[in-house]
């Protein structure tokens, strides 16, 4: 660790943030850990449950996405948004399974005023009533759309980077990487907390990584929530035959986001399924702090209710039997 670990930055640059992804792992692991320690409860883990509440039909033509019109080859139905008092009724079943945040999506490309909208208004105030903290990602917004979301409770806006500006139109070209920028300036001139992060495993370099983290990293202040995702190739999306990332790789990005992001939420987000056990507890020892809990996110695979269980079992403070305590 060095004098500077866990000190908030806003000035980062793209060589400082490769010289930490490149550290020995074993070192870049500590150096996140001791960081996490200093800003975060360890043995906190948020679990946050994500609804699509608008699937499929988006004219956006992002790679990776199978929510997507642009791919017709994806075996996906199109669902329009849902009844409210459902939306609430299933943050309600995800609080009482432990769930503290309620994530709703909707494949849009940006929020259009009317009957929809005011829906999702009222999906907002529902989850907030609750206790629970609400999220939604919605794509681009105006800012007398932000105000209403502050007004009706919303605790943050889901709005990712996906990637860095350099590599960013390889992955989508029907929206600029500056209209993300103006979304999340209008979102946090309204009091809204920021959520935003991005995607490995999408055919980009070490550097494109460092480039995104150092976008998010030299925001003032940083995003209170930062997703990580790992690709998850969806047969007739354009990234379909690419490989899985190896593990490790998630392990380097959320390390290296704790460590110039310390005070945020690093959240262990798409792609935890295809993990075991152990790196899971691995990328949570590097400094992730929350995942996502449910089978789904939005319309991919996640790791099961049950599975989670079992996980957050055995990172409670264990209980020795009586043989146990004899032998010690």
Not at 42 to 64: R, W
Not at 140 to 159: C, D, I
Request: with cysteine; charged share 20%.
């Amino acid at each position: 660790m060095t004098a500077l670990d866990g000190v908030i930055r806003h000035d980062w640059t793209v060589e400082e943030i490769l010289d930490l992804q490149d550290a020995p792992l074993l070192e870049l692991v500590g150096r996140a850990n001791a960081v996490h320690r200093q800003h975060h409860d360890p043995n906190k883990v948020q679990k946050a449950s994500l609804l699509s509440i608008k699937t499929g039909g988006c004219p956006e033509d992002c790679a990776y996405c199978p929510q997507s019109a642009h791919h017709r080859e994806v075996d996906l139905s199109r669902d329009r948004l849902m009844d409210p008092a459902k939306v609430i009724a299933l943050a309600e079943t995800a609080k009482a399974a432990g769930a503290e945040r309620f994530c709703m999506g909707a494949a849009w490309r940006q929020v259009r005023d009317g009957k929809e909208f005011d829906a999702v208004i009222d999906m907002v105030a529902g989850v907030r009533a609750l206790g629970m903290e609400a999220c939604v990602t919605l794509g681009m917004l105006k800012p007398h759309q932000a105000e209403r979301l502050a007004a009706a409770g919303l605790t943050a806006y889901n709005h990712n980077l996906d990637t860095s500006p350099k590599f960013y139109g390889q992955i989508i070209s029907t929206r600029t990487y500056e209209d993300r920028l103006e979304t999340l300036a209008i979102v946090r001139s309204f009091g809204i907390d920021l959520c935003c992060g991005g995607i490995i495993g999408m055919g980009e370099t070490m550097r494109d990584r460092a480039s995104m983290l150092q976008v998010l990293a030299t925001m003032a202040p940083h995003p209170e929530s930062v997703p990580i995702n790992a690709l998850v190739p969806v047969e007739g999306t354009p990234l379909a035959n690419r490989a899985r990332i190896d593990p490790l790789d998630l392990v380097r990005m959320v390390a290296t986001a704790r460590l110039v992001m310390p005070g945020s939420t690093v959240r262990l987000s798409a792609g935890r399924s295809a993990l075991n056990r152990e790196a899971q507890i691995l990328c949570l020892v590097a400094g992730a702090n929350s995942v996502f809990y449910g089978d789904t996110l939005l319309t991919t695979p996640n790791s099961g209710i049950g599975e989670d269980a079992h996980l957050f079992a055995d990172l409670a403070r264990r209980e020795p039997t009586c043989t146990q305590r004899a032998a010690s």
